[in-house]
């Protein structure tokens, strides 16, 4: 941050222009999370409905008493949900790296390797795969899902021996701390969409087109302290306590560490709003001038510590010159500001087929139990009433007959067609959705070709390839050009060369290149929408065309096909890469060429190494 941000945010008593900063980012923030919350309660519903947990009712109490099972939700989202999660993991995640480079120009073909290794070691370092489940999930669930970049220099201190000199003539080792770079890279992190404010005057799917992109965080003090000390945030100690009772309405918020109804020391609030303002329309205060003189808008990053003060602003001055936010829903229609996720959709389906199943559990326990009529002049009804096995009669009754006396009652179940109307039902989900049983895994009844079984899966596959492309574009793509934008804007030499290697840096002199440069840089990610079953159905194509090639050698000359290069890719295909290096090494060739020559009729070779096998040594 710079020196005379620092400066303003560490006095007593905020300026003027902090105060109508911090005036205008809480009222945008608060009309944001007005329209979000209306959100809320169907995504408390759908989260709970996700993990099965109902209630437990007087009614549940009483048959749990009894040994009858309580009422239950059907997992039928969870299993949707986790289908539709796997699918989008496997669709992603089958290439060797997650993010390839497709260049549109020669000049870009030398660096692009050197893109992809940078980006694979910062997903790595942010466990990419953790994150990405919790963003499909959050799309699955709620209908949205949000994932945060953002460039980090992080420091730690680190014992370091040093020479010191005692006397003249006298050195010794001193153990010294020293402050040294931990990690250089972006940082990855999820945003739950409860904490998620965008622009309300638009669709989620336009955020990028808003005038503000905020999201909150907990924090700890230590944590906090960290950043004050790398002078990324100033004035913590003006900060006023956490508190629920302000008019903003931080109560409303969702938290995990910070409770709402006793908040402790040492725990912060911070919400983080990215701004797009014009420099020369803001005046600073002290006499300090404008802002800036560009009347260009320009994103600022702003943070408001228990929604009481600021603690950090500063430009963005990201190449990328977007908010570092990546929002995408699962249904992205633009006439609606806020869409439905696939729990949603499915919630009054989900809720039928609970209905039936649970009534029907509760009608065979009434059946299963015993009504019986009885006439309290022949019978002890103590013994009914105790559920005793014996039912004890009065003398009197005897002699006239136990069947005068009780008599079990006749019930019909009506719920013996509950099932069925469940099963009905889950199929019917099932075709809402797209997620059915061959995305499961699962086969229908019925014998089917393998050319059959193909073209099912295709098309069990194809909504849900088209959700996961639109997941893909709108939400995954974006995240990739920010790390990659961010890594070319501010990694330092050093950790470049950690990242690709010492002796490849000078491979790569493209990597940094002028601002303008990167800037303009039209380079983009592709993503594989090939399917496993797919690609086998390829391969399997490709090896009977080898066969003939192979059969034929005349037919490899007429077509102008290379075996070897089928080869590969026959098994690149069945996820083999990198075929050559089961080749031989020049010194092995040179001896399966002399052994074949020995081998030949009427030729003689080496002398002592007639017939010798490839590889051994000479026989004696």
């Given at each position: 941050?710079?020196?005379?941000?620092?400066?303003?945010?560490?006095?007593?008593?905020?300026?003027?222009?902090?105060?109508?900063?911090?005036?205008?980012?809480?009222?945008?923030?608060?009309?944001?999370?007005?329209?979000?919350?209306?959100?809320?309660?169907?995504?408390?519903?759908?989260?709970?409905?996700?993990?099965?947990?109902?209630?437990?009712?007087?009614?549940?109490?009483?048959?749990?008493?009894?040994?009858?099972?309580?009422?239950?939700?059907?997992?039928?989202?969870?299993?949707?949900?986790?289908?539709?999660?796997?699918?989008?993991?496997?669709?992603?995640?089958?290439?060797?790296?997650?993010?390839?480079?497709?260049?549109?120009?020669?000049?870009?073909?030398?660096?692009?390797?050197?893109?992809?290794?940078?980006?694979?070691?910062?997903?790595?370092?942010?466990?990419?795969?953790?994150?990405?489940?919790?963003?499909?999930?959050?799309?699955?669930?709620?209908?949205?899902?949000?994932?945060?970049?953002?460039?980090?220099?992080?420091?730690?201190?680190?014992?370091?021996?040093?020479?010191?000199?005692?006397?003249?003539?006298?050195?010794?080792?001193?153990?010294?701390?020293?402050?040294?770079?931990?990690?250089?890279?972006?940082?990855?992190?999820?945003?739950?969409?409860?904490?998620?404010?965008?622009?309300?005057?638009?669709?989620?799917?336009?955020?990028?087109?808003?005038?503000?992109?905020?999201?909150?965080?907990?924090?700890?003090?230590?944590?906090?302290?960290?950043?004050?000390?790398?002078?990324?945030?100033?004035?913590?100690?003006?900060?006023?306590?956490?508190?629920?009772?302000?008019?903003?309405?931080?109560?409303?918020?969702?938290?995990?560490?910070?409770?709402?109804?006793?908040?402790?020391?040492?725990?912060?609030?911070?919400?983080?709003?990215?701004?797009?303002?014009?420099?020369?329309?803001?005046?600073?205060?002290?006499?300090?001038?404008?802002?800036?003189?560009?009347?260009?808008?320009?994103?600022?990053?702003?943070?408001?510590?228990?929604?009481?003060?600021?603690?950090?602003?500063?430009?963005?001055?990201?190449?990328?010159?977007?908010?570092?936010?990546?929002?995408?829903?699962?249904?992205?229609?633009?006439?609606?500001?806020?869409?439905?996720?696939?729990?949603?959709?499915?919630?009054?389906?989900?809720?039928?087929?609970?209905?039936?199943?649970?009534?029907?559990?509760?009608?065979?326990?009434?059946?299963?139990?015993?009504?019986?009529?009885?006439?309290?002049?022949?019978?002890?009804?103590?013994?009914?009433?105790?559920?005793?096995?014996?039912?004890?009669?009065?003398?009197?009754?005897?002699?006239?007959?136990?069947?005068?006396?009780?008599?079990?009652?006749?019930?019909?179940?009506?719920?013996?067609?509950?099932?069925?109307?469940?099963?009905?039902?889950?199929?019917?989900?099932?075709?809402?959705?797209?997620?059915?049983?061959?995305?499961?895994?699962?086969?229908?009844?019925?014998?089917?070709?393998?050319?059959?079984?193909?073209?099912?899966?295709?098309?069990?596959?194809?909504?849900?390839?088209?959700?996961?492309?639109m997941i893909w574009t709108g939400g995954l793509e974006p995240v990739g050009r920010q790390i990659m934008l961010n890594a070319r804007q501010s990694m330092s030499q050093e950790t470049?060369?950690?990242?690709?290697?010492?002796?490849?840096?000078?491979?790569?002199?493209?990597?940094?290149?002028?601002?303008?440069?990167?800037?303009?840089?039209?380079?983009?990610?592709?993503?594989?929408?090939?399917?496993?079953?797919?690609?086998?159905?390829?391969?399997?194509?490709?090896?009977?065309?080898?066969?003939?090639?192979?059969?034929?050698?005349?037919?490899?000359?007429?077509?102008?096909?290379?075996?070897?290069?089928?080869?590969?890719?026959?098994?690149?295909?069945?996820?083999?890469?990198?075929?050559?290096?089961?080749?031989?090494?020049?010194?092995?060739?040179?001896?399966?060429?002399?052994?074949?020559?020995?081998?030949?009729?009427?030729?003689?070779?080496?002398?002592?190494?007639?017939?010798?096998?490839?590889?051994?040594?000479?026989?004696?």
């Open positions: 941050m710079e020196k005379r941000f620092i400066d303003e945010l560490s006095e007593d008593t905020p300026t003027k222009f902090h105060g109508d900063l911090l005036e205008k980012c809480l009222g945008l923030v608060k009309e944001s999370r007005s329209k979000m919350a209306d959100r809320y309660p169907s995504w408390d519903r759908q989260h709970e409905v996700y993990l099965s947990r109902l209630p437990v009712d007087k009614g549940d109490r009483q048959n749990i008493e009894q040994g009858i099972p309580a009422k239950f939700i059907v997992p039928l989202t969870f299993a949707q949900v986790q289908t539709f999660v796997s699918f989008c993991f496997l669709l992603f995640g089958q290439n060797k790296r997650f993010y390839e480079i497709e260049p549109t120009g020669e000049e870009d073909m030398a660096v692009n390797d050197a893109i992809e290794l940078v980006i694979d070691g910062d997903l790595k370092s942010n466990r990419w795969s953790l994150l990405m489940y919790q963003f499909l999930t959050d799309i699955s669930k709620f209908g949205l899902g949000v994932l945060k970049t953002s460039w980090k220099v992080e420091k730690t201190d680190v014992p370091i021996e040093k020479p010191t000199v005692i006397n003249d003539d006298v050195t010794a080792l001193q153990t010294e701390e020293e402050t040294v770079v931990s990690y250089e890279g972006s940082r990855i992190y999820n945003v739950s969409p409860y904490c998620f404010f965008p622009d309300h005057r638009l669709p989620v799917r336009d955020f990028q087109r808003g005038e503000y992109c905020a999201s909150s965080e907990e924090h700890t003090e230590s944590e906090l302290k960290a950043l004050e000390q790398d002078d990324v945030i100033a004035g913590l100690k003006h900060v006023e306590k956490l508190s629920f009772k302000s008019d903003f309405g931080i109560d409303r918020m969702r938290f995990a560490a910070i409770n709402t109804k006793n908040p402790q020391p040492g725990l912060y609030s911070i919400m983080q709003i990215q701004l797009r303002l014009i420099p020369n329309d803001w005046k600073l205060a002290n006499g300090r001038g404008k802002l800036g003189d560009s009347k260009r808008p320009k994103t600022y990053l702003v943070w408001i510590a228990n929604d009481s003060r600021i603690v950090r602003f500063e430009p963005l001055n990201a190449f990328h010159n977007e908010f570092t936010y990546s929002a995408q829903e699962l249904l992205p229609d633009i006439h609606e500001k806020l869409n439905l996720g696939l729990a949603e959709l499915i919630d009054v389906l989900q809720s039928v087929v609970g209905w039936f199943i649970n009534s029907r559990i509760q009608s065979v326990s009434r059946t299963i139990d015993n009504w019986l009529v009885a006439d309290p002049s022949g019978i002890d009804l103590a013994t009914i009433e105790n559920r005793s096995r014996v039912i004890l009669l009065k003398k009197a009754a005897a002699r006239l007959g136990v069947e005068r006396f009780v008599k079990q009652l006749t019930v019909q179940d009506n719920t013996t067609g509950h099932i069925n109307d469940a099963q009905m039902l889950m199929q019917l989900l099932q075709t809402v959705t797209g997620v059915n049983e061959n995305a499961m895994g699962q086969y229908n009844s019925g014998r089917r070709s393998a050319t059959e079984a193909r073209a099912v899966i295709n098309g069990a596959s194809a909504r849900m390839r088209m959700l996961a492309e470049f060369a950690r990242r690709v290697g010492i002796g490849k840096v000078m491979q790569y002199p493209l990597f940094h290149q002028p601002p303008a440069a990167i800037v303009a840089n039209s380079d983009h990610f592709i993503m594989n929408g090939t399917l496993p079953s797919e690609k086998s159905f390829m391969a399997q194509s490709l090896q009977e065309l080898l066969g003939i090639v192979l059969q034929s050698p005349e037919a490899a000359a007429m077509f102008n096909l290379d075996p070897n290069k089928l080869m590969r890719e026959i098994y690149e295909l069945r996820g083999i890469p990198g075929l050559g290096r089961f080749g031989f090494s020049p010194e092995e060739q040179s001896r399966l060429a002399q052994a074949q020559q020995a081998a030949a009729p009427g030729v003689e070779g080496p002398a002592g190494n007639q017939g010798n096998v490839v590889g051994l040594p000479p026989a004696a």
